[in-house]
């Protein structure tokens, strides 16, 4: 079973909404941690919270965004299982909605989590971002804004997690590089030949495609294979180095996730 851990209000929320087939830890300030006035507090002040985060699996997936001041205690909490496998998913708010305060805290532990990541302290760092979901999710509004982008965000995760363990009908799992730890998703319907990034990278080095192959185009479209290896042999003409898994859906269309990976820091 994996670990995922919520931390803030956005973490939390995006955590629990997810089925019930992961173990769920959320951690927010006012209940499991005390409210601080300043970001500052949450990394002076924080002790003895090793209870919150308990469990024996060896892999967890770590939500934030950077903007709250509870984010502050990022590190404080991470330090307890330095001895994890720590998947950090980070969320990018839209900074024209942010006070200057926020903006900084947001600045500051994007560029921090990032160097983090670079030097092997978590397994990998997936970046989101609110304005480019935002767009994507048809109908949001001012007020499902938030909760349509942590709905996409779960859904996301909670299929690409999925499909991570199961054995593909076709191709092989990807096996990135050890040093590409920066990453993001993008989702796309086969047939339209979309990308739907969730977060702009740059300087992407690696690809791997998950395909979600309707039973339909597995049993009828002659062409389908031919057009899945030439995305793959695409990107390797591009220098990037990508690869491919195909599964059998019950959809009636055929789909694909993507992990896009990189070494670079982004600048946002």
Not at 25 to 37: K, M
Not at 41 to 60: A, G, I, P, T, W
Request: hydrophobic letters at 35%.
């Amino acid at each position: 079973m994996k670990v995922l851990i919520g931390l803030g209000k956005a973490g939390c929320a995006i955590v629990n909404k997810f089925s019930d087939n992961y173990k769920k830890i959320t951690i927010d300030a006012g209940s499991e941690l005390p409210e601080f006035d300043s970001p500052e507090l949450y990394e002076q002040k924080l002790s003895n919270y090793r209870h919150l985060l308990d469990f024996d699996e060896e892999e967890c997936y770590f939500f934030v965004c950077g903007a709250g001041k509870v984010s502050a205690a990022s590190l404080r909490l991470l330090e307890l299982i330095q001895d994890k496998k720590i998947n950090l998913v980070y969320i990018y708010p839209e900074e024209i909605m942010l006070s200057t305060t926020q903006r900084r805290l947001n600045r500051v532990a994007f560029n921090v989590f990032q160097q983090y990541a670079r030097s092997g302290l978590f397994k990998s760092m997936y970046l989101m971002c609110n304005e480019a979901i935002s767009r994507m999710v048809p109908n949001t509004t001012l007020t499902n804004f938030y909760d349509s982008i942590n709905t996409a965000i779960a859904n996301v995760f909670e299929n690409i997690i999925f499909y991570l363990d199961q054995d593909p009908v076709f191709g092989s799992h990807h096996e990135p590089i050890d040093i590409s730890r920066i990453r993001t998703v993008s989702y796309g319907e086969l047939e339209k030949d979309e990308k739907n990034l969730y977060f702009q990278l740059d300087n992407m080095t690696e690809t791997c495609y998950i395909n979600i192959v309707s039973n339909e185009d597995m049993q009828n479209n002659k062409d389908m294979l031919d057009h899945l290896k030439a995305k793959v042999v695409k990107d390797r003409e591009n220098n990037l180095l990508s690869s491919f898994t195909v599964f059998k859906s019950e959809h009636d269309i055929s789909f694909y996730y993507a992990i896009h990976f990189t070494h670079y820091l982004q600048d946002k």
